[in-house]
């Protein structure tokens, strides 16, 4: 019996196809939206696991004190002295354009708890010539390979990335075969991060064309409890992993797919909830006829297992295709943000097709939860009637202004407690805020609309066709007020975001003006600069050079500066502090302005970013202990300076002290040149006189560009789910008004046989919606600044270190109202034409039935 | 018995080592046991044809695919308790003399890997290391030179001091941080010859000819310092070097051996060893050596000897003997050698049972000596 019930049911859709188009249009956006989101943070998250199973991030790592490179008699000096260190040597090369990173590991003293280290399939193989390059098979795609074709073959290299500072008579020397120019034979291992090329340490040497210099000496954690003398010991815990970088990233991505999910529910419920009304009819006659109860909720409940299967498989298949579209930019700004490697083509796990699966349907029962229990509760007897639902429907408005101010309430609790946590915490309890504003200022919504209608219906008593529009509006109510809400939600979002990304980049290309005050910038390598650096001074056309320069320190523990402590280790960055750019560096915080915080620097203080200051809770005037080649030393932060786009903590010193006290190395060279200097005589004259190419010297526009293109490519991502939500949430409104415009057009008729004319009778839902749009578009304005707020004063500080000022956009808001109102129109417009199409005698036979 | 800790070093440095055995386990044809059955023609072959000659040959000889310096010792400590100790530098060729590299940074010819381990009682704890050859490097991370004479790995080092080549030596070996760490200091002299294992020095172990360049240092008499369980204790006692070489060990149907090196208490030593497989009609090959005072060796037929598993023990989930008959007619010897604890497995990247015995007269139980006991492939 239950399938005939079923088929009796789904006959209905055979005579509506719109609302099944509807409800499948619902689910499919919703779960759409969520699996392509889902589907970029599995990828993310397995890339994060694979570089984690490395190396890096849980071996503890030696450097010297003295801030020389390590070497292989660094190495092997250990080893005899009994120190368990293995080498790694890492370097980029480009393949087929494509930028690749080498890693050379010595496999017979990597610590074995290591993926790599245990990995001593045809040991001999790998460290024998030809040796052999380990890659993860989702590599090959870059290298325009297949799984079949790749083992054994031998990739050319392109050329050698950032061959380190040795010269060229050293290459020169030690070339066995065409090795410099080709990767040993590729042999496959899926456990390696992408886009990364093991093989061993002497292979690597030989294409990276470093003899004896290494990037790193690992030992396995805690396996050397104090460093070997003239040695400097970091754990491998105090090293931030992708994974932990990241982890506020790919939350706000969760947060805006799970907007669009939620939006795209509406849809659902707007369509399950019509089906139902519409089928109340056919309902009671089943129930009449014997059908019990339970049987009927069954039938329903198949169905809607039956439109679940539907459109999670739709919503999955375009999730995937749109988490390919959005990968490559979410995998550029990974590494352009956090130096985090993420593979550019899916990789999804067994677990994330069970969870998409069960969002999808989770939610499809969720909003037809209602429709269950009202099948449940039919009474047969009832009739629908219009005036008794709308009764009943002020008893659902009062049920949702109390439901408002109870999560007003808790956003209200979420704001204190935020506001008890220490600044850069609280990325959670923030998008709770956020979700519970959303929530209750949507639950506001129709409560207010009601309100509003009530008063316009006093105000137009005089005006029988406006004060019968406005009535008509309110019975519509039930039925549009979840699209409202859905739109009122993706206009809030959107305005919030949009003003966010606008500040941000107003802030950002700002404080690049600032950062970048010199023309001209020359990178290469340290041992390189450093000469380089008298030779531009000897130049007539160089009016200033300004070195800049790296090293790290590790930051010991305020209240124990001792050799045991808990230690940290922090990036140095060294400037030189000359009017050209101390008169525009920025600066966020200063004990007594800009001028004495300058002078401070000179004088043995240290400026800190941004980030430091938020993760460590420190402020202008604090001092910090840091752990010198002198020893430990303390330094008072004279300053904190906004260092946007770095995800780590870091300390300013000018660059001689950096250079002179902490070990560091150039980094590069500023370069501030005559008026009258002939910029292209002085590259070509750095290019013969060092072994530079003359893409070592950059313009600061081109920075800026560059700088620019990766701040846009950052929040593509953004946009894209922002602009999809309000897609979305027209979609929803569209939905709700074609599945009504059948039953609209019977209530015009009528209207229109008391001689109403037809245009007014097609322009009069335009004018109904658009208003109604309109007030929704007001109400979320304020919304939206709310959101935007939260975003730069607490989300941001807590997902990247900085806090942006707030920004408002009078064009954004402009464009929010316009696109509630276009949006609006829209929808309304389709059932409009439909009923200017229909003929007076299709009118007449409406009202008839 | 210093080749089969040669087998485990050669198990972990021949190519497959652990991992690549553990994964295709029945795509290889049997190659004996750790590998050292594997057809070598393209390295230099280990025959009779020359004699041994000093000092040269306590080096390494990088032609031959593998080679090792071992050291056991049955030692006592200042309280009276037996420990026994052992320290095993091995070489392996990853190619023949022909294919080797140029010389570059890091490209190597040859891994080295060294076993320490000590055992007291029931307590048995070893250690590990791997190092390859640096072929710009003389002074490399690990090596052996002939004179004057040194071996090393990391900072494990055995080395002889000017003038006394391989005659007195010095051994330092630890391994582990703080609490963890164990280790010895030793001064080790010879009391005796050197003994050279066949006919000059090459040592058949299987009936087709396959076999070894042999020699051994058993009189060795040892001081020292031993660490072990947080503590550090004065030890004496004596020991036994081996040293040997092959390109081809084994035979392929050799899957491993039971290998004994004992010090009698009437001076004399005894070195046998049981092959399993490769015998003749496809039996265990047997061989035994028993040396003299002076250092003469008289070698005992298979025929002659017989060694016998008495009794056996779980131990790292295998079945162990533990405890042997060895009976060389000859020489009136009736034996029973019996493992002081079972607990010696090395858990190294090539595992296997290594550990001190004492050795008594079979019918009075009377204690006759003590010694080394090495079994692989179980």
């Not at chain 1, 999910?261 to 509406?266: A, T």
């Not at chain 1, 639902?389 to 439901?403: F, S």
Request: net charge negative.
């Amino acid at each position: 019996m239950i399938l005939r019930v079923l088929a009796t049911l789904l006959a209905h859709y055979r005579r509506h196809p719109g609302q099944l188009a509807m409800l499948l249009l619902g689910l499919w956006v919703a779960s759409a939206l969520w699996s392509s989101v889902q589907a970029v943070n599995a990828t993310a998250k397995d890339s994060y696991a694979r570089a984690n199973a490395l190396f890096s991030a849980n071996l503890d790592e030696l450097s010297r004190r003295d801030g020389q490179p390590l070497t292989r008699e660094d190495y092997l000096r250990l080893r005899r002295e009994g120190f368990p260190v293995s080498p790694i040597l890492e370097g980029t090369l480009e393949i087929d354009g494509e930028r690749l990173t080498i890693v050379g590991i010595e496999p017979l003293t990597l610590p074995s708890s290591n993926t790599l280290g245990a990995s001593g399939a045809a040991l001999t193989a790998f460290i024998t010539p030809p040796w052999q390059t380990r890659l993860a098979p989702d590599t090959l795609d870059l290298l325009g390979l297949s799984r079949q074709q790749a083992p054994g073959m031998t990739p050319a290299v392109d050329s050698a990335g950032d061959r380190a500072g040795d010269s060229a008579e050293d290459r020169a020397g030690d070339s066995i075969e065409d090795s410099g120019q080709r990767l040993p034979p590729l042999a496959l291992r899926t456990d390696l991060p992408p886009n990364t090329l093991v093989m061993d340490i002497a292979a690597a040497a030989l294409l990276l064309d470093r003899d004896n210099t290494l990037s790193q000496l690992v030992t396995a954690p805690g396996a050397l409890s104090t460093a070997p003398e003239g040695y400097r010991l970091t754990r491998a815990a105090t090293l931030a992993s992708p994974e932990q970088l990241t982890e506020s990233f790919h939350l706000n991505l969760t947060a805006l797919a799970l907007l669009s999910l939620v939006v795209g529910l509406f849809i659902v419920q707007a369509a399950l909830g019509l089906a139902m009304e519409q089928r109340l009819t056919t309902l009671r006659t089943l129930r009449a006829l014997g059908v019990p109860a339970a049987t009927l909720v069954m039938a329903i409940l198949l169905e809607l297992l039956v439109f679940g299967v539907l459109g999670a498989a739709l919503g999955l298949a375009s999730g995937i295709w749109l988490a390919g579209q959005l990968l490559p930019d979410v995998a550029t700004t990974l590494s352009s943000l956090y130096q985090a490697d993420v593979n550019r083509s899916l990789v999804l796990p067994w677990h994330y097709w069970v969870g998409s699966l069960a969002i999808t349907f989770g939610g499809l029962l969720l909003a037809g939860s209602g429709v269950l229990w009202r099948a449940a509760r039919l009474n047969v007897l009832a009739l629908g009637q219009s005036q008794a639902w709308r009764l009943a429907y002020q008893r659902q408005l009062n049920r949702m202004t109390l439901g408002a101010a109870a999560v007003a309430v808790l956003a209200l609790g979420l704001v204190l407690w935020l506001s008890l946590l220490p600044p850069g915490q609280g990325v959670l309890i923030s998008f709770g805020f956020v979700a519970a504003l959303l929530l209750s200022s949507a639950l506001c919504l129709p409560p207010l609309i009601n309100g509003v209608l009530h008063l316009l219906q006093r105000w137009l008593r005089r005006h029988p066709l406006a004060h019968w529009a406005v009535a008509d509006i309110q019975l519509q109510l039930p039925r549009l007020s979840l699209a409202m809400m859905a739109l009122l939600i993706a206009l809030a979002t959107n305005l919030g975001v949009s003003s966010m990304v606008g500040g941000f980049r107003l802030t950002f290309l700002d404080w690049l003006d600032q950062r970048l005050a010199a023309p001209l910038y020359v990178n290469a390598s340290p041992s390189t600069l450093a000469p380089m650096l008298d030779w531009l001074d000897a130049r007539p056309d160089v009016a200033e050079t300004l070195p800049t320069a790296r090293g790290s320190v590790d930051l010991l523990a305020m209240d124990d500066a001792q050799e045991q402590g808990t230690r940290k280790r922090i990036a140095l960055f060294g400037i030189t502090p000359a009017p050209t750019i101390t008169d525009r560096w920025p600066l966020l915080d200063t004990t007594e302005g800009r001028p004495t915080a300058w002078a401070a620097l000179s004088a043995n203080s240290v400026f800190i970013n941004e980030q430091m200051a938020v993760a460590q809770q420190l402020v202008p005037g604090d001092a910090v202990t840091l752990d010198t080649p002198q020893g430990a030393r303390p330094f008072e932060i004279a300053a904190v300076y906004p260092d946007y786009g770095n995800p780590r903590q870091q300390i300013l010193v000018p660059t001689e002290v950096l250079i002179q006290r902490f070990g560091g190395e150039v980094a590069s060279i500023g370069l501030v040149v005559n008026d009258r200097a002939d910029r292209q005589a002085l590259r070509q004259a750095m290019t013969d006189r060092f072994d530079v190419s003359t893409e070592a010297m950059v313009d600061q526009q081109e920075i800026k560009r560059l700088a620019t293109q990766i701040f846009e490519r950052t929040f593509t991502i953004t946009r894209a789910l922002n602009g999809l939500t309000l897609g979305v949430a027209a979609l929803a409104l569209l939905a709700t008004l074609l599945a009504q415009a059948r039953e609209r057009r019977r209530q015009l008729a009528s209207l229109w046989a008391l001689g109403v004319p037809r245009k007014t009778l097609t322009f009069l839902p335009l004018f109904q919606l658009g208003g109604l749009a309109l007030f929704t578009g007001v109400v979320a304005i304020p919304l939206g600044i709310a959101i935007t707020w939260t975003l730069v004063a607490i989300i941001n500080v807590a997902a990247f270190g900085w806090r942006l000022p707030l920004y408002l956009f009078p064009w954004d808001i402009l464009i929010t109202l316009i696109t509630a109102l276009g949006v609006a129109l829209a929808a309304a417009a389709l059932p409009s034409i439909q009923l200017w199409r229909t003929s007076p005698q299709a009118m007449l036979n409406q009202g008839a039935t | 018995m210093n080749y089969f800790r040669l087998s485990t070093a050669l198990v972990a440095m021949a190519c497959a080592t652990l991992i690549g055995c553990q994964e295709s386990p029945s795509d290889a044809a049997p190659q004996g046991f750790a590998g050292l059955g594997e057809n070598a023609e393209e390295f230099a072959q280990a025959d009779a044809s020359t004699p041994l000659s000093f000092p040269r040959d306590h080096g390494s000889h990088p032609d031959y695919r593998i080679e090792w310096w071992y050291l056991t010792a049955n030692l006592e400590d200042d309280k009276g308790e037996p420990l026994g100790l052992q320290w095993t530098l091995f070489r392996q060729a990853l190619t023949p003399p022909d294919e080797r590299p140029a010389p570059s940074p890091w490209a190597a010819d040859q891994v080295w890997m060294a076993h320490l381990g000590i055992s007291r009682g029931e307590t048995h704890v070893a250690a590990e290391r791997f190092a390859r050859s640096h072929s710009e490097h003389t002074n490399g991370q690990a090596g052996a030179e002939a004179a004057p004479f040194q071996a090393w790995i990391d900072d494990w080092l055995l080395e002889s001091p000017p003038g006394a080549n391989f005659e007195d030596f010095t051994l330092q070996a630890y391994s582990g941080e703080g609490a963890d760490r164990f280790g010895y200091t030793l001064t080790l002299s010879a009391q005796g010859p050197l003994v050279w294992h066949g006919e000059n020095g090459f040592n058949a172990k299987t009936v087709e000819g396959q076999g070894s360049r042999y020699y051994s240092q058993p009189f060795l008499s040892i001081t020292g310092r031993v660490t072990l369980s947080g503590e550090t204790r004065e030890v004496s006692g004596q020991g036994w070097l081996d040293r040997e070489w092959s390109s081809q060990l084994l035979s392929q149907e050799q899957t491993g051996w039971d290998w004994f090196s004992l010090h009698l208490d009437d001076g004399r030593k005894l070195m046998a060893y049981r092959l399993r497989g490769g015998g003749e009609a496809g039996g265990d090959y047997v061989f035994a050596h028993l040396i003299s005072v002076d250092g003469q060796t008289q070698l005992i037929g298979a025929d002659r000897v017989t060694l016998t598993p008495l009794e056996t023990q779980t131990v790292a989930n295998r079945d162990i003997p533990t405890r042997w008959s060895l009976t060389l007619p000859d020489a009136g010897l009736q034996l029973i050698v019996e493992a002081r604890h079972p607990n010696r497995w090395m858990p190294t990247s090539v595992p296997y049972w290594e550990g001190d015995v004492v050795v008594r007269q079979a019918e009075t139980q009377e204690n006759v000596g003590v010694g080394y006991l090495e079994m692989t492939g179980y």
